[in-house]
Nanobody, 121 residues
Framework: QVQLVESGGGLVQAGGSLRLSCAFS????????MGWYRQTPGKQRELVAT?????????AYGESVKGRFTISRDNVKNTVSLQMNSLKVEDTAVYFC?????????????WGQGTQVTVSS
């Protein structure tokens, strides 16, 4: 069973930086598409960034974080990271790591428990 454990959240001032990490275990990491999503109370979960499976995974970002956040993966350490720069108060949310794989039997989707990021003004 896939397990995802996030770390690196915390409190930071606006304009600062944080780096989130997600440790993956329980399956073959390199075949999974990985992503970061975030959620605030009363709102739907929002895509932050994704990186496709493989050695050179294509990346995609939500409009609100383009140019500020960078997603990366380490297929040796089985981790995915999110470097967040120029943080804004509106980036405050719980950030979730996601792993997805699609096979001929269908898709499997896994989530971490989330890590809180709070950006103060």
């Amino acid at each position: 069973q896939v397990q995802l454990v996030e770390s690196g959240g915390g409190l930071v001032q606006a304009g600062g930086s944080l780096r989130l990490s997600c440790a993956f275990s329980g399956s073959t990491f390199i075949i999974y598409d990985m992503g970061w999503y975030r959620q605030t109370p009363g709102k739907q979960r929002e895509l932050v960034a994704t990186i496709r499976s493989g050695v050179i995974g294509a990346r995609a970002y939500g409009e609100s974080v383009k140019g500020r956040f960078t997603i990366s993966r380490d297929n040796v350490k089985n981790t995915v990271s999110l470097q967040m720069n120029s943080l804004k108060v509106e980036d405050t949310a719980v950030y979730f790591c996601n792993a997805k794989v699609t096979t001929i039997r269908g898709s499997n989707d896994y989530w971490g428990q989330g890590t809180q990021v709070t950006v103060s003004s």
